[in-house]
């Protein structure tokens, strides 16, 4: 692997090495000593041009326990508000011999470019609207461990909901990507003015009606309404955004026994999460975060552990 | 290398031998470390694990009581990580705590030493044993580094172009070990 930069990139095999190797990389967090020797001499650069406290921070964490070197790069602070353009802080940083760069940026298709650009290898950690594979990545590991826990191991005939703003959301194409090479069935919950155009040629299942696919989904993913959104005349208000697309505690006793609750974080309790289902025994929240600095350690290893030719062994 | 220039593979070790050879490794370790007490056994994956659970299961036999076994992957602490395409990582599962155990080390062949090397780091990220062993089901000399093995089942004479191969029930249906000339 050269790049992570869509969901779509990765084959069925590739995913499920990411996800085996995300299990042990798991084990280290537990460890006295969070140390794994693999990337020795690497240097990864974290550029991010957009705020992320979860993403930023695991990816960084994620390659000191593979003992690479990481390095972050915000926006601010750096060349770029000296008007640097991407594409130069990219070679500025390329001709100083980093490894990687992992890369967030508002807008959609700057990282695919960037790669472009480079020698190095790039991940991307969110760009715009488009994609956010390694968070679709985590959200499958906590799901798959979700399904191990209930003797229901395997993607085909799962149900996973994904609900909310989906006009705006990287980690619901992400996500829609992922599941079709998985082979598990998505069906996308949004109101009309959140469906983003063209939204019936994903392949997947669209609805309006959250009450009418609620009690047969296996996992209900629920995405943040983000705040600027709010006062954009996508919905009336946020109370009735909650009710009609809210995980309320009425809707949370109506979701399957087995069913569980995805949500990317940062969360908006009393919007399109309600404190009861945020905290309920069934929801994957935090195991969505603690899977963030495996899944991104599994990556990093896929992408910089072995010889430059790339390839598997 | 074309293919009919390879020997066919020469069986060493039958299956009567090999657990022989297992027999052996359990009483050399148990007379060295003077009965199974704070014995750990780490097996190195892929046939490594299998071994250690068998040597595991010998010496609750012998010595009537149980010890604990896991399995230690190396992949990550190789010294060649970077001169290969990635390496598929094994699994690393540790029972209890390494502190103040005999660590013992189980691989199926002992050649350059180098795995066990990496091993030694894997083992001090984890903790720290009072000692560190190493059980092997064969030698076949060619050591780069100043490694020895405590229990070994078989030491063979090989040249440095023979493949030795440890089959094994559990991984590979048959208990053998074979020795070809050449390619793979």
Not at chain 1, 9 to 28: C, F, K
Not at chain 2, 55 to 79: K, N, Q
Not at chain 2, 134 to 161: K, N, Y
Request: negative net charge.
């Amino acid at each position: 692997m050269k790049h992570l930069l869509s969901a779509a990139d990765l084959t069925l095999d590739e995913v499920n090495g990411i996800l085996d190797l995300a299990e042990e990389m798991h084990q280290v967090q537990t460890r006295p000593v969070k140390k794994l020797p693999a990337l020795r001499g690497r240097t990864v650069v974290n550029m991010f041009f957009e705020d992320s406290t979860r993403t930023r921070s695991s990816f960084e964490i994620a390659g000191k326990w593979l003992s690479a070197d990481t390095i972050n790069v915000s926006g601010k602070g750096s060349s770029t508000s000296k008007g640097e353009s991407l594409r130069d802080t990219m070679l500025t940083l390329d001709a100083m011999g980093v490894d990687a760069f992992v890369i967030r940026h508002s807008s959609s298709g700057a990282v695919a470019q960037a790669a472009g650009w480079v020698k190095a290898h790039v991940v991307n950690a969110g760009d715009g609207q488009h994609e956010h594979p390694t968070q679709a990545l985590l959200d499958a590991y906590a799901m798959r461990r979700h399904f191990r826990e209930h003797d229901a191991e395997g993607w085909a005939g799962k149900r996973i909901a994904i609900v909310g703003d989906l006009l705006h959301s990287r980690v619901v194409r992400s996500n829609v990507l992922l599941h079709r090479t998985l082979g598990s069935e998505v069906v996308l919950v949004a109101p009309p003015t959140l469906l983003p155009t063209g939204v019936e040629t994903w392949g997947c299942e669209v609805t309006s009606d959250f009450d009418a696919v609620l009690g047969e989904c296996d996992i209900v993913m629920m995405l943040r309404v983000q705040r600027e959104r709010m006062a954009g005349g996508f919905f009336p208000t946020p109370r009735e955004y909650a009710d009609g697309y809210g995980l309320t505690l009425e809707r949370l006793e109506r979701l399957k026994d087995d069913a569980a609750i995805c949500h990317p974080g940062p969360m908006n309790r009393g919007v399109e999460i309600s404190s009861e289902a945020a905290d309920a025994a069934n929801s994957l929240v935090l195991e969505q975060v603690a899977a963030g600095v495996a899944v991104r350690m599994s990556v990093l290893y896929h992408l910089l552990g072995g010889s430059d030719e790339g390839g598997q062994a | 290398m074309p293919a009919d220039s390879t020997d066919p593979a020469r069986v060493i070790i039958d299956s009567d031998e090999l657990g022989r050879a297992l027999a052996r490794m359990a009483h050399q370790l148990l007379e060295a470390n003077h009965g199974a007490e704070n014995l750990l056994l780490l097996g190195i994956p892929t046939r490594g694990v299998p071994l250690a659970r068998r040597l595991a299961g010998l010496i609750a036999e012998i010595e009537d009581r149980t010890v604990p076994v896991g399995s230690l992957d190396i992949t990550m602490y190789r010294d060649d990580l970077r001169r290969n395409p990635t390496r598929v990582v094994g699994r690393t599962d540790v029972p209890g705590s390494v502190d103040d155990a005999v660590v013992v080390l189980v691989d199926d062949v002992l050649y350059s030493g180098r795995t066990i090397a990496a091993a030694f780091d894997a083992v001090r990220d984890l903790g720290r044993p009072r000692a560190v062993r190493l059980a092997v089901l064969v030698d076949r000399g060619h050591r780069e580094l100043p490694i020895a093995a405590d229990a070994v089942g078989r030491r063979i004479q090989t040249a440095a172009d023979e493949r030795v191969r440890v089959r094994l029930a559990e991984t590979d249906g048959v208990d053998e070990v074979t020795i070809s000339r050449g390619a793979l």
